[in-house]
């Protein structure tokens, strides 16, 4: 089973950047979906970005397309999510997990702990 570790999380003003990385093992990043979703204390799971293999095809939410890129290091089996233009309803905590399948469908298989990103006004 596949274990991942998020970090990068952290308070940064609206407007500003951040970068999450994502290091993942037991599994590899070239044949598994890999992507992103937030959840704030009492709200919904949203998934925000997923890259699909092998095809590398990336999808991404409403919400944050345009603003959040998400890419991924296959050498270094790590996965990262580029956030610009950051606004205040971007609080939340950070995962990212990985598929069961190379399709970026269904829910997530296994994640990691989070990593918390609070946006100030």
């Known amino acids: 089973q596949g274990q991942l570790v998020e970090s990068g999380g952290g308070l940064v003003q609206a407007g500003g950047s951040l970068r999450l990385s994502c290091a993942t093992s037991?599994?590899?990043?070239?044949?598994?979906?890999t992507g992103w979703f937030r959840q704030a204390p009492g709200k919904e799971r949203e998934k925000l970005a997923c890259?699909?293999?092998?095809?590398?095809?990336?999808y991404y939410a409403d919400s944050v397309k345009g603003r959040f890129t998400m890419s991924k290091d296959i050498a270094k089996n790590m996965v990262y999510l580029d956030m610009n233009s950051l606004k205040t309803e971007d609080t939340s905590v950070y995962y990212c997990?990985?598929?069961?399948?190379?399709?970026?469908?269904?829910?997530?298989?296994?994640w990691g702990q989070g990593t918390e990103v609070i946006v100030s006004s």
């Open positions: 037991g599994f590899n990043l070239a044949y598994y979906a």
């Open positions: 890259i699909s293999a092998p095809d590398g095809a990336t």
């Open positions: 997990g990985t598929f069961q399948t190379s399709r970026c469908s269904g829910e997530y298989d296994v």
